[in-house]
């Protein structure tokens, strides 16, 4: 403005300073709504903001904490993973995410973010715990797949009873070993066994296809057509 003020250059240049001003108090009112615990209300006034400030990375970590809050980890992982693109070093953000991922159960890209984190610091409490923690899972997993691909049951079945002890914390995961469990006692044909453990997985989520499947395998055995 006060180096060119010609009509043309004043106008733009006032839209642009209304504008900023319009931003810093839905800034302000962001802050104060999270700091409220209103996150719906702080995800709405963020969500006004990012759409002129692409690129800011705080801004879009604070959303990012708002979903985690309001229990909607997935919207979270896409705020951060922009985060940790914007901003340099940004372990923080790579930590995040393999925590939501882990706590989703998708234990593979749990383990690929945490080594995100780990390339930039390897001395990162946080990270390196957690990398244990995956790596020692995702292990255990893999080699119970390998054991139900070589049609060896009953190894399976103790790998994935030792899954449940490495997470007892994490509700996704006994729940997929159990469900893996009663695949491998239809496969191995302990029906009755199959029967009760695919009846727990069925109890937590009713449209389980593999569990519904395998217990079907089980009532077969049997000779429980109807069932």
């Not at 979903?67 to 930590?95: C, M, Q, R, V, W």
Request: net charge negative; glycine share 2%.
């Amino acid at each position: 403005l006060k180096s060119n003020p010609s009509n043309n250059e004043e106008k733009e240049a006032q839209t642009q300073l209304t504008k900023s001003d319009e931003l810093q108090r839905l800034h302000s009112q962001a802050l104060s709504a999270y700091q409220q615990e209103d996150y719906k209300a702080a995800i709405s006034l963020l969500d006004e903001i990012l759409a002129v400030c692409v690129w800011d990375a705080e801004l879009r970590e604070l959303r990012a904490e708002c979903y985690i809050k309001e229990g909607e980890p997935s919207k979270a992982i896409s705020d951060l993973k922009a985060a940790a693109k914007l901003k340099n070093d940004n372990t923080e953000a790579f930590y995040k995410i393999s925590r939501i991922y882990y706590q989703l159960g998708d234990h593979e890209l749990s383990l690929s973010e945490v080594r995100e984190c780990l390339k930039l610091d390897q001395d990162h409490k946080q990270c390196f715990s957690l990398y244990k923690q995956v790596k020692k899972l995702n292990k255990q997993i893999e080699s119970a797949e390998e054991f139900i691909r070589e049609g060896r049951y009953e190894d399976a079945i103790s790998k994935y009873e030792s899954v449940m002890k490495t997470e007892p914390e994490v509700p996704i995961y006994s729940t997929r070993a159990k469900e893996r469990i009663c695949h491998c006692l239809s496969k191995n044909q302990q029906a009755t066994e199959a029967i009760k453990l695919c009846s727990e997985v069925l109890q937590l989520e009713p449209t389980n296809v593999n569990a519904l499947k395998d217990r079907a395998e089980a009532y077969l055995l049997e000779d429980m057509y109807e069932e």
